[in-house]
């Protein structure tokens, strides 16, 4: 039997590279799906309509709370029920602290801290009600360890890897995934993140290769890597799993 079989599940950044992984793997495991992004991702919806999955899209900025409840209600109309939320929307920020402008700094908070804690309070009514969900939240090492980039061996690494601003919103996430599964954990709901070392993706496109050199697997990691560890929290395999944060980082780090 597949893993989701019968289980709707609602993926947001579903456009990106790690949303659109998590949707194809969660359709081959039976799952009905909401896939949404800033704009409906059509390019992963179609192909999945087409090949016979079951899924709607949705047009949501995570940083808008109309926009989250829209998608939410939208799920109940076209499934009857939500299951599983997959937090993957979010942006990256590099450069120096020193130079961070104010802007940068809440944009990067509003939505990927913002926007991860409002779609997991949009869905907590459904998932109350029905006794029954899994929220999995996008984290990243980089909330964990510092950053990446070494500075004092060299200062370019800092403009082309991840900044204060990317770290402070996901150790934010990390504690909020703590918070929520306390609190949830009664009603059946748990509550994991995953947080994934540097992976190949657009938005790592420029990351220095002195940095790639320390990863212990040898290689970045793939998108589809992280689906495999979103898709073991989200099924009946974790269901005594909750406040977890699953690292995926090929040994750059370890806690």
Not at 143 to 164: F, L, V, Y
Not at 203 to 210: G, K
């Amino acid at each position: 039997m597949s893993r989701l079989e019968g289980r709707v599940a609602l993926i947001t950044g579903a456009a990106g590279g790690i949303g659109s992984a998590v949707a194809r793997r969660f359709a081959q495991e039976g799952a009905a799906l909401c896939l949404a992004d800033r704009t409906a991702p059509r390019a992963v919806l179609d192909p999945m309509l087409e090949a016979g999955g079951c899924a709607i899209g949705a047009a949501a900025d995570v940083t808008h709370r109309p926009d989250i409840e829209a998608a939410v209600r939208a799920t109940l109309e076209a499934f009857g029920r939500l299951d599983i939320l997959v937090n993957v929307a979010g942006i990256v920020s590099m450069g120096p602290a020193a130079t961070l402008p104010e802007e940068e700094w809440d944009r990067v908070l509003a939505v990927n801290l913002k926007g991860s804690f409002l779609c997991c309070q949009a869905v907590i009514p459904a998932m109350r009600q029905q006794g029954y969900g899994r929220i999995v939240n996008l984290g990243s090492v980089i909330g964990k360890n510092g950053g990446n980039p070494r500075p004092w061996i060299d200062p370019g690494e800092q403009t082309r890897a991840s900044n204060a601003a990317y770290g402070a919103s996901k150790a934010g996430v990390h504690a909020i995934t703590f918070f929520l599964a306390r609190e949830l954990a009664a009603d059946g709901i748990t509550v994991n993140a995953v947080a994934p070392g540097p992976v190949a993706s657009a938005m790592t496109a420029d990351f220095p290769a002195t940095l790639k050199a320390l990863i212990p697997v040898g290689r970045m990691g793939r998108a589809e890597d992280v689906a495999e560890a979103v898709l073991f929290l989200a099924s009946e395999a974790a269901g005594f799993v909750t406040g977890e944060v699953l690292d995926v980082n090929g040994g750059m780090w370890a806690d």
